[in-house]
């Protein structure tokens, strides 16, 4: 449903007409900057019925000699606006989720049953929040004392959730990351990972970290899940402001749980988990290493290689020294890399979205993969 209103920039005085096609998962909301002083405004919904919230803007009403005059703004919360369409009075995101659903051959019960599961993302975190919470500050007896469940139970429901993000495109990659996990004599290897104190930690790190914004990252979700192509032309309505670093501290938190899939790799080697190809290095030296080489111990697994996919150095760099800029006039974050920042990488601003999404997903998947050694 796309429904229209009214707003004034708090700022200038710019008014808009918005027309905001309403999302399936809460809190939901999209951002633009404004034409005139780039201001940021951001219009959503905190829950299910609940009332619109407006930031940077006030709600107004136009007299209908002014209606045609007044500019549009499109925004949507989860899916992709093209930029030459986002001024467009008769422009519907949802159509272009329909051509794309008919040029792959998707049923519409299918597409619905993917929007259906992906409503319940944000609630099924809801639950699982406080427990993950408790159990990496307190540990596994205050879990089953505060929250009444067992590890084993909030390592279901930690599954269940994340089968509402990997559904889709990442579907076959899990499964084949738990075929090779369920393939490995790893005793020794859980061991060590059992009494890794900061493995929970980083876990919840991880999905908070991502949590806090994953309102900002819905937009590029479905064309993910289904594969379909994020072009150039397209923008993403978020705020860069709050979301620039986040994909630089997800790459901090999925560099370390690499450890992870290197111990599978080393015992897939016919290796102890801590030896490696080369007699000298060592499990320790390992997590001491730079990160951006932390993937190269799997690089040739075939069922390890894809977690490197979406783990790029200079992306974090670019972001996490505040070499970023938004341009808002492309929608083309502008990010300076290399010593001195002198190397000068342009990359879309879906594109930083669709990165962070597909980064958070390996996150998830290998937080599975270490809750499971932990049973």
Request: charged share 25%.
């Amino acid at each position: 449903m796309t429904y229209s209103f009214f707003i004034e920039c708090d700022d200038c005085s710019k008014k808009y007409r918005i027309r905001y096609g309403l999302g399936n998962n809460y809190p939901q909301f999209a951002s633009f900057q404004c034409d005139d002083c780039s201001k940021n405004i951001e219009i959503g919904h905190k829950e299910f019925k609940g009332k619109i919230i407006i930031k940077g803007a006030k709600h107004i009403e136009v007299d209908d000699s002014q209606y045609w005059d007044v500019t549009v703004q499109n925004l949507h919360p989860e899916i992709p606006t093209h930029n030459n369409a986002k001024n467009d009075p008769y422009y519907f995101q949802t159509a272009n989720v329909f051509q794309n659903a008919f040029r792959n051959n998707l049923e519409k019960e299918q597409f619905q049953e993917e929007q259906q599961r992906w409503g319940t993302f944000n609630s099924k975190w809801d639950k699982i929040e406080m427990p993950l919470r408790i159990l990496s500050t307190k540990g596994e007896i205050a879990l089953r004392e505060v929250c009444g469940l067992k590890f084993r139970e909030l390592f279901n429901l930690f599954n269940e959730w994340l089968w509402t993000f990997t559904s889709g495109e990442l579907e076959d990659d899990y499964e084949n990351i738990c075929d090779e996990y369920n393939s490995l004599e790893l005793t020794d290897a859980k061991l060590y990972i059992r009494n890794d104190n900061k493995i929970f930690n980083r876990i919840y790190e991880l999905c908070n970290t991502y949590m806090k914004r994953s309102h900002q990252f819905q937009s590029t979700i479905l064309y993910q899940k289904f594969g379909w192509e994020v072009t150039e032309d397209m923008t993403a309505n978020v705020n860069w402001e709050e979301i620039c670093t986040i994909y630089g501290d997800l790459y901090e938190i999925v560099g370390d749980l690499f450890v992870i899939p290197t111990i599978m790799n080393n015992v897939k080697a016919g290796r102890n988990f801590d030896e490696f190809k080369t007699v000298e290095f060592s499990l320790s030296k390992y997590i001491q290493s730079d990160k951006a080489k932390r993937a190269m111990n799997f690089e040739n697994n075939s069922n390890l290689s894809f977690l490197a996919n979406s783990y790029f150095s200079w992306l974090r760099n670019g972001t996490h020294h505040k070499n970023s800029f938004l341009n808002i006039e492309t929608n083309e974050v502008d990010l300076g890399t290399g010593k001195g920042s002198t190397i000068q990488k342009k990359i879309s601003l879906t594109e930083y979205v669709k990165s962070t999404n597909e980064l958070f997903g390996v996150g998830l998947i290998l937080s599975s993969i270490a809750l499971n050694m932990n049973k």
